[in-house]
């Protein structure tokens, strides 16, 4: 099997060579977006939003960051310590600073996925380039050959330059799936950021009162 690959590998021409950087690309930011996505971004919203809950229900505003601090990195994390920071501020100064925030963190989370949809369909045309160019090839060196040996040669050329096509669907194919699967993930995380932090805010926002006192502490130190 492996051998029959590698021929028809050789026998797709220079245009194989492309397809195979195409494909080399695409696996390479799938395996960097799925360690970031899956792996680095890997926060427990749950626990998180309930701990935080706890403090917030509690007018505890200090212990509030001190519990965000303590947990593991994350862009849900940063944005609500991000909010919290400046809670003793307007609405409209707590809303921009965490539309701030979520504009710094989401981009990391989309960036380079795009890229394997324009490699899937960057893998198909090349494939197409290569058998177009294969068949005009093909078609050139057959015009003034033996007219018993026109079919076989023809045959022959044709199904050469259809391995470009074939190649290039195979890396086409998997780069769409790996594209629509990382995307779904993607989208996923950025919903339940928003969400999360418009149901965490509004609580801190209905509960001001209960943390006046630490509000204004936190104002003063930042102050100085």
């Not at 996925?113 to 068949?135: D, F, W």
């Not at 195979?170 to 993930?185: D, N, V």
Request: proline share 2%.
């Amino acid at each position: 099997m492996i051998d029959g690959i590698v021929k028809a590998f050789h026998g797709g021409g220079f245009w194989m060579w492309p397809i195979l950087g195409l494909l080399i690309f695409a696996l390479i930011i799938f395996v960097e977006r799925f360690v970031v996505l899956y792996v680095q971004v890997r926060e427990d919203k749950t626990a998180l939003l309930t701990g935080l809950n706890n403090f917030i229900m509690k007018g505890d505003l200090h212990g509030a960051i001190r519990f965000l601090g303590a947990q593991r990195s994350g862009p849900l994390q940063r944005i609500l310590k991000a909010g919290l920071l400046k809670v003793h501020r307007t609405d409209f100064e707590v809303q921009a600073t965490l539309d701030q925030a979520s504009l710094h963190e989401v981009p990391h989370l989309e960036t380079r996925t795009g890229y394997l949809a324009v490699l899937s369909n960057a893998a198909t045309l090349v494939g197409l380039l290569g058998t177009i160019v294969g068949l005009i090839k093909c078609f050139a060196a057959v015009a003034f050959v033996d007219p018993a040996q026109k079919a076989t040669i023809l045959a022959a050329g044709i199904a050469e330059a259809m391995n470009c096509t074939a190649f290039g669907l195979i890396t086409a194919i998997p780069s769409l799936l790996m594209f629509g699967f990382l995307q779904s993930r993607t989208q996923h995380l950025v919903d339940g950021i928003n969400e999360s932090v418009v149901t965490e805010m509004n609580l801190v926002i209905a509960n001001r009162a209960l943390f006046k006192d630490a509000a204004q502490q936190l104002e003063s130190s930042q102050q100085v």
